[in-house]
């Protein structure tokens, strides 16, 4: 039985873990941490847990003298608030998944320039291991200390891009990302953007050439390219609870049809669970509620251009459900543990 602590319990991300872990019959939750509703029981907060989870929430000036009790640190937290909790995890000896962006780049100077913050333990990067399991990293996640937890634009774009780079097949220079997201992924924090007569019946480009998660892209798909990759990456935010449907456009380098670069995709995908390449367009409503990612090609002759496109739910696979997949193979459980579930329609 894994021994889990859960800090940021209560935002849409740590609720989610928190109902995958409830639900997972290899681990315990052992402590939720709340900044907002200490001392409260969870189903307060969630009241669809009542009965089942009355927990009630510590507050963060609790987690060092609860630690002896896990296995396993999670933090779903914004950015520069988890190297801290990391730090108490790795001085006990205790592995970490942080869900938040403080250990997924490689180079403090590209943090600074996208995040306008410094590491605040850059002492541990390289104990981090950026923790998207399909792209053929499982043996450096069950050995590592700390997992970075991927984000939900970079997961679905990643994994739409990662076999066309893989096979050389793409102009490096020529990749565009057009994604969409719904609005959990704004966070569950009172923001006048986010609220429901600001989204509905509308859609708008976001971050346009600033978001953050352009260099988490870049980096990851640069190490699978083997050189140095620059991208142009537009997201938008449409009025859904969740979901991120990811477009990518690439030049081809070389006459290729779409049935072999399928049959690429099914090669690179062949052995894992949780990405499904697909013939249909992918639809953010068929993996809602589940850690699947849909992907589906087309070849535009015209234009010698291949359209990849992916969809996850942001909330699981962008964030609670991968951390728990992480989390499966660091202890030696089957990577879908707690995870066997499809998506409920309509």
């Known amino acids: 039985m894994v021994r889990v602590g859960i800090i940021g319990a209560t ?26 509703y200490v001392g409260q029981e969870f189903s307060e907060i969630y009241r669809n847990f009542k009965k089942f989870l009355d927990d009630k929430l510590i507050g963060v000036e609790d987690v060092e003298s609860k630690l002896d009790e896990i296995d ?9 608030k988890s190297a801290p909790f990391v730090k108490l995890a790795m001085d006990k000896g205790i592995k970490a998944i942080d869900l938040g962006a403080d250990f997924r780049l490689d180079s403090e100077e590209t943090f600074k320039e996208w995040y306008k913050d410094d590491y ?14 399909e792209l053929k990293r499982r043996e450096e996640i069950k050995n590592c200390k700390i997992i970075a937890n991927p984000g939900c634009y970079p997961t679905a774009s990643i994994l739409a891009l990662a076999p066309l780079l893989e096979n050389d097949l793409i102009e490096k220079d ?3 990302i057009d994604a969409k997201s719904g609005v959990s992924g704004a966070g569950r924090s009172a923001k006048i953007a986010s609220l429901y007569t ?34 142009t990456f537009t997201p938008h935010l449409v009025p859904m609870n969740r979901g991120i449907l990811s477009v990518t456009y690439s030049k081809l380098k070389k006459d290729i ?32 509620g589940t850690n699947l990612c849909d992907i589906a090609v087309r070849v535009d002759k015209r234009t010698n251009r291949v359209i990849a496109i992916s969809a996850i739910d942001n909330l699981i696979k962008g964030a609670a459900g991968q951390a728990i997949q992480n ?5 030696g459980l089957e990577e879908n543990d707690g995870l066997d579930i499809l998506a409920m329609n309509p």
């Open 120 to 133: 605040k333990h850059p002492e541990f990067i390289k104990d981090a291991v950026y923790g998207l399991p």
């Open 72 to 80: 396993v640190l999670f933090m779903a937290l914004p950015h520069g």
């Open 198 to 231: 600001e989204c509905n019946e509308s859609i708008k480009a976001y971050g346009v050439t600033t978001h953050r998660h352009t260099a988490e892209i870049e980096q990851e798909l640069s190490k699978i390219g083997e050189e140095n990759i620059a991208l």
């Open 327 to 331: 989390m499966n193979i660091m202890f």
């Open 11 to 36: 935002g849409y991300a740590g609720q989610q873990l928190v109902w995958y872990l409830n639900m997972h019959k290899n681990a315990e939750i052992k402590f939720m941490v709340s900044n907002s």
């Open 174 to 176: 020529s990749i565009v």
């Open 257 to 288: 049809s779409e049935k072999e670069i399928y049959d690429l995709y099914n090669k690179f995908y062949e052995n894992e669970y949780f990405v499904r390449v697909i013939n249909d367009l992918p639809e953010t409503r068929f993996v809602r």
